[in-house]
């Protein structure tokens, strides 16, 4: 079997076909995949890096940003859309440990 070798389109490197991966119609090799991209962490999908929302240890796509997570009135942590805790019917959410302490 012949190995088919393709470029990188942002490195512009030469790696065998099944090295790299296609992402929005471009080639990328392993270590520009993780430069440019991130897998959001809720959905897994594959975004730019420039892109990204969230925090360094949650990376999140723009709709699970919107849609499965918020953030603590408190501190602005990350928290699941679900984990908020509110201290009466119409205040903002607090991440568990906000609540603790200052509620
Ligand atoms: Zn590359
Ligand atoms: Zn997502
Ligand atoms: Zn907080």
Same mark, same amino acid.
């Given at each position: 079997?012949?190995?088919?070798? /393709? ?6 490197? &030469?790696?065998? !076909?099944? #090295? &790299?991966?296609?992402? =929005?119609?471009?080639?990328? %090799?392993?270590?520009? &995949? @993780? ?10 999908? #594959?975004?730019? #890096? ?5 925090? /360094?240890?949650? *990376?999140?796509?723009?709709? %699970?940003?919107?849609?499965?997570? /918020? ?5 602005? +942590?990350?928290? @699941?859309?679900? =984990?908020?805790?509110? *201290? /009466?019917?119409? !205040? *903002?959410?607090?991440?568990? +440990? ?6």
């Amino acid at each position: 079997m012949q190995l088919v070798f /393709s470029t990188c389109a942002v490195c512009g490197k &030469l790696y065998p !076909a099944d #090295r &790299l991966t296609v992402f =929005e119609g471009d080639c990328f %090799c392993p270590s520009c &995949l @993780k430069a440019e991209t991130v897998i959001c962490t809720c959905c897994g999908e #594959r975004i730019w #890096r420039d892109d990204v929302l969230g925090d /360094s240890l949650t *990376p999140l796509c723009e709709y %699970c940003e919107e849609y499965h997570y /918020s953030h603590c009135a408190g501190c602005g +942590r990350l928290v @699941k859309a679900d =984990e908020p805790h509110y *201290p /009466s019917e119409d !205040a *903002p959410g607090y991440c568990e +440990r906000c609540y603790t302490n200052h509620i």
